[in-house]
């Protein structure tokens, strides 16, 4: 059983994460997806091609990236890397404090270019990526012209 795990599943947007891929035959070459929806439900991918170890496991922060969306050792390529399905779209958060986005993680066999809703994934999990830590306080800021939010720690 293939199994993707993210480490901290709830976490900063800023904070680096630990993807992991468990499972897999020695040597097999995987396609690891992630994707989310914006608020807008604009969906946003990355991808990257990857060559399982000798124990079977992928990790992007010592594994290298054959190709895809980026190539070689970048632990959080797949959330940096993040495009847009429609051209000239930018992935923005507006409600920072009220909930986070959601990114899922999967991972395919063999190379995989297109999101063929009948391609099914050997395995799959989500990540929470919050924009704003337990606690902190947001208050608007409007003064004349000016406009803003102050963000307070708890």
């Known amino acids: 059983m293939v199994e993707v795990t993210v480490t ?28 989310l929806k914006d608020e807008q439900g604009e969906c946003f991918q990355s991808f990257a091609f990857f060559r399982a170890d000798g124990a079977g496991e ?23 890397f993040l495009q847009p399905n429609t051209l000239f779209r930018r992935l923005v958060k507006r409600d920072v404090a009220g ?32 924009y704003v830590g337990p606690g902190v306080q947001r208050v608007p800021i409007r003064e004349g012209r000016v406009r803003g939010a102050l963000f307070l720690p708890p």
């Open 99 to 130: 909930s986070p986005f959601r990114v899922r993680l999967e991972v395919f066999d063999g190379l995989c270019l297109g999101t063929d809703p009948k391609e099914q994934p050997l395995g799959s999990c989500e990540a929470e990526r919050w």
């Open 8 to 35: 901290p599943q709830s976490s900063l947007a800023d904070r680096p994460v630990q993807i992991r891929v468990r499972g897999l035959t020695p040597s097999q070459l995987v396609t690891l997806r992630a994707w």
């Open 58 to 80: 992928v990790d992007p922060g010592l594994h290298a990236a054959l190709g895809g969306s980026y190539s070689g050792v970048w632990p959080m390529g797949l959330f940096w």
